[in-house]
């Protein structure tokens, strides 16, 4: 069972920040997710559309100009990182599942995987692109179609794992609240790992794994050590 920090160790620290990474890191994470959106030319690591829940600030974040989002205390007084400044702290360390919130994302992350590459120590291995967004995952795939993808679903779809493969992803990542031992089964038969979120229990990850389940999203990485 693959363990994969979620927003880094969130349960321990604000979500998507540096801290949060940097726990992860110390707990001996070899995977972290994060949530990537642009804004004023930057890609910025953070879950929402809005600022409020996360952040002393104020509105949607794509409107945002790239100042008042550096501005902005995102939780014991970190800021809202970079995708780079992640890359920078991460440097090869873990795997790093970076999820496109949505449109203008693709081609950023593309090109920023590329750089961290030849200046930050990863490798192709280290990255599985994933998304609820399949039209900008599919154009990731046009733009790199040598890494992994992620096809995510907060549904249990129609036609189980089949939009998974069409995507041609490496994975299904599915909702806690709907995976089933149908989809589970029907990923496999196509050759697809599936990873579930967000499971901070060891009793939901034991029962997981007994249905075959081939990772989680946690938020409390310390307790799946
Ligand atoms: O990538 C797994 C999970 O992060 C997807 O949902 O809303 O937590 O980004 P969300
Ligand atoms: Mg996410």
Known sequence: MQIIAHRGAS?????????????????????IELDVQWADGELWVFHDRRLERCTNGQGVLTGQSREYLASLDAGDEERIPTLWQVMALVAGRCELHIELKGAHTAEPVAALTRRAEAELGFTQAHWVISSFHHPEL????????????????????????????????????????????????????????????????????????????????????????
């Open 138 to 225: 599919a154009h990731f795939a046009s733009l790199r179609p040598d890494l992994r993808l992620g096809a995510l679903t907060a549904s249990l779809p129609l036609h189980g794992a089949r939009f998974a493969e069409e995507l041609g992803a490496w994975s299904l990542n599915c909702d806690v609240d709907f995976v089933d031992q149908t989809l589970v089964a029907d990923a496999h038969r196509r050759g697809l790992k599936i990873l579930v979120y967000t499971v901070d229990e060891v009793s939901d990850e034991r029962a997981l794994a007994s249905m075959g389940v081939d990772g989680i999203f946690t938020n409390r990485p310390d307790r799946f050590s």
């Open 11 to 31: 349960g321990l620290a604000p979500e998507n920040t540096l801290k949060a990474m940097s726990l992860a890191l110390d707990l001996g994470a070899k995977a």
